[in-house]
């Protein structure tokens, strides 16, 4: 005569199946995804965005040689987010990393619960922690560095207060992003920035190099 089985045994057995179903239900995402040729995406105009009076005072200050990436500085977050160049995209159970090809810009989104340490020091990548809701990889990164992720005179504080959450939604070989970034030093409220892509199974990542007067270079 077989024993019953005990509610724990019952518990861990259930814990197992939905354990399992979720991660058959996280989509591959493996693969280089290039820009989607034509979809509006983007940077808003400083026209669109509520900067407070001490953001509207950094704005008026941007000139060019300001520009990170006129530096040959890699963008970083949140200006690196909307990148015209090729990205690849490497899952793993404990990260997700992301390899740009500008710049060659490295961002490891950590997907097994752990948080920034406390001395962790702010970056132009931060720190990324991620979460699946679905099909969408839902991204916060927070311990950005200040007013180096200018774009078109758009600054960040880097404030503790300050952090972004990106939204990427894959359906099949397409991506679909919404970021979102707070500073309530700089901006009265959120803005947002729109991006898409398309996997590529035949691109490659290609070397970049960066040459530019104000480099020194």
Not at 127 to 135: A, I
Not at 182 to 190: A, G, K, L
């Amino acid at each position: 005569m077989n024993a019953r089985p005990t509610m724990g045994v019952v518990a861990a057995v259930a814990s197992g199946l939905a354990l399992g179903a979720q991660a058959q239900s996280v989509p591959e995402i493996d693969g280089i995804w290039e820009p989607t040729r034509g979809a509006p995406a983007g940077h808003p105009s400083v026209a669109d965005i509520s900067l407070t009076p001490e953001g509207r005072a950094e704005f008026e200050r941007f000139s060019e040689e300001n520009d990170p990436t006129l530096k040959c500085i890699m963008p970083g977050v949140p200006l690196g987010i909307h990148d015209p160049y090729p990205l690849e995209i490497i899952q793993q159970n404990h990260q997700i990393a992301l390899l740009y090809e500008h710049f060659h810009m490295v961002r490891r989104i950590f997907m097994d619960g752990r948080q920034a340490p406390e001395d962790w020091w702010p970056s132009l990548v931060g720190f990324s922690v991620g979460r699946w809701e679905g099909n969408t990889l839902v991204v916060r990164t927070t311990h950005l560095a200040p007013n180096l992720t200018w774009h078109n005179g758009m600054p960040f504080s880097g404030d503790a207060e300050a952090y972004v959450v990106e939204r990427y939604r894959f359906d099949g070989d397409e991506l679909f992003l919404t970021a979102e970034v707070f500073d309530p030093r700089y901006y009265q409220e959120p803005y947002v920035i729109l991006s898409s892509r398309t996997r590529s199974p035949d691109a490659m990542i290609l070397e970049y190099e960066c040459f530019s007067e104000y480099s020194g270079f």
